[in-house]
Each structure stands twice: as structure tokens, then as C-alpha cells.
């Protein structure tokens, strides 16, 4: 089966600092992932995705790495702010007709000030 | 662009009830998804609408749950007899056609039976 694993439940970091939020999968149909963040009371939004093609994403603070071999993606945030505290979720494509998500548990950032 | 939205925002109900949600996609997104998702957990693909054709269902989807996108627009998703195994977040997504478009999540609908 597909599958998403965030194996961290929770991540603190000082703000300023640099945070890393870990992602394992298997099964992948397409290598091609996304990250969502997630605030209480809101929906997931989309933060940023990579495909296959790349072993890296960047979006201003946000980078995202992939590592086929390892079946391992990460995201990292400089300078970590604490409007970033969130739940950050990452997701693989679960369909090659649908594009359903399959979502990983998530993880509990909080950034102190 | 108004975004995803969802009604009613919270839905408390006793065990046997029956409760109807509705999703308002973003208006040029042709796919509507939804999502369940329980304390801890991240959300979990329920069932999937493009236009108006309901086109996969999770296999873990009871038959007490049916979903309904009448005009392509709007999508409902009904819940019979409920369980208080149901309560949970039930989260309504869209998306443009394509794989690998991101989908837009609405704030969700927070169900607790009792």
C-alpha cells in the first residue's frame, strides 16, 4: 500500500533558527509531493510541491528536498518565524486518474520568539 | 476569488442521526474531493467528483456515507445513522483538472456525535 510517514509528531524551534520537518514514504505511483500547512480552525493550504525531476524546491524560506533512493523528502524553513507555527503535512499523489492525496500524519511546528 | 467553503462550520448530532454537508468549490475547478480527518491523523481521501460523475470512492468508505455533485458545482456529502466513531473534521477540497495541481481545501466541517 501507499503510504506517508511523518514520524515526528511535534518540533520546536527557536525563531531566527532553521527548521527541518521529515517525510518518509513508499509505494509512490509518480514521485511527486506536496506540503500543506495547516493553522486550528483552517483547512489545509498548499506551501510548496516537488516532482521526480528534482532533488529540490525552493520558495523564498521554504525548500523542500527529495530523495528517491531513500524514499525520504524534507522541508526546510530559514528563518523560522513564529507565524510559521502550524501543522505541516506532507502528501503523494495517490491516483494516476483522481490526483487524490495521501496525506502523512503531520507535524506540530512551533517557533518561539 | 472567494475560495473553498464549507456549511455548516461545526454539526453536533446524536448516534443515529442523519447529517448533510455542503462544499462550495472555487467556481473554475472542475474536481471536488473530500476528506476525513481525525485527531492526530492527517486527512483521508473519502471520495472524488469530477464535473458531476462520482469517479472513486474509498474502499473504506461506509455505505452510510453517499456524496452527490448534482450540477457540478456544489457537492453534498450525506452521513446515515450516525456512529460516534463519524465525528471527526470532514474537509472539502477542489482543484483544476490535471495530476499534479494543488488542491484548495475549504475550513472544513467539525462533526461530533454524541
Known amino acids: 500500500d501507499q503510504q506517508v510517514k511523518q514520524n515526528s509528531p511535534s518540533l520546536s524551534v527557536q525563531e531566527g533558527r532553521i527548521s527541518i520537518l521529515n517525510c518518509d514514504y513508499t509505494?509512490?505511483?509518480?514521485?511527486?509531493f506536496l506540503w500543506y500547512k495547516k493553522y486550528p480552525a483552517e483547512g489545509p493550504t498548499f506551501l510548496i510541491s516537488?516532482?521526480?525531476?528534482?532533488d529540490k524546491n525552493e520558495d523564498g524560506r521554504f525548500t523542500v528536498f527529495l530523495n528517491k533512493s531513500a524514499k525520504h523528502l524534507s522541508l526546510h524553513i530559514v528563518p523560522s518565524q513564529p507565524g510559521d507555527s502550524a501543522v505541516y503535512f506532507c502528501a503523494d499523489h495517490g491516483s494516476s486518474n483522481t490526483g487524490k492525496l495521501i496525506f502523512g500524519q503531520g507535524t506540530t511546528l512551533q517557533v518561539k520568539p | 476569488d472567494t475560495g473553498v467553503s464549507q456549511d455548516p462550520r461545526h454539526k453536533i448530532t446524536k448516534r443515529g442521526q442523519n447529517v448533510t454537508f455542503r462544499c462550495d468549490p472555487i467556481s473554475e475547478h472542475n474536481r471536488l474531493y473530500w476528506y476525513r480527518q481525525t485527531l492526530g491523523q492527517g486527512p483521508e481521501f473519502l471520495t472524488y467528483?469530477?464535473?458531476?460523475?462520482?469517479?472513486?470512492k474509498s474502499r473504506l468508505l461506509s455505505d452510510r456515507f453517499s456524496a452527490e455533485r448534482p450540477k457540478g458545482s456544489f457537492s453534498t456529502l450525506e452521513i446515515q445513522r450516525t456512529e460516534q466513531g463519524d465525528s471527526a473534521m470532514y474537509l472539502c477540497?477542489?482543484?483544476?483538472?490535471?495530476?499534479?495541481?494543488?488542491?484548495?481545501f475549504g475550513p472544513g466541517t467539525r462533526l461530533t456525535v454524541t
Open positions: 516537488i516532482s521526480s525531476i528534482k
Open positions: 477540497a477542489s482543484s483544476l483538472p490535471g495530476l499534479v495541481n494543488e488542491q484548495y
Open positions: 467528483f469530477q464535473n458531476e460523475a462520482q469517479l472513486e
Open positions: 509505494n509512490s505511483m509518480f514521485d511527486y
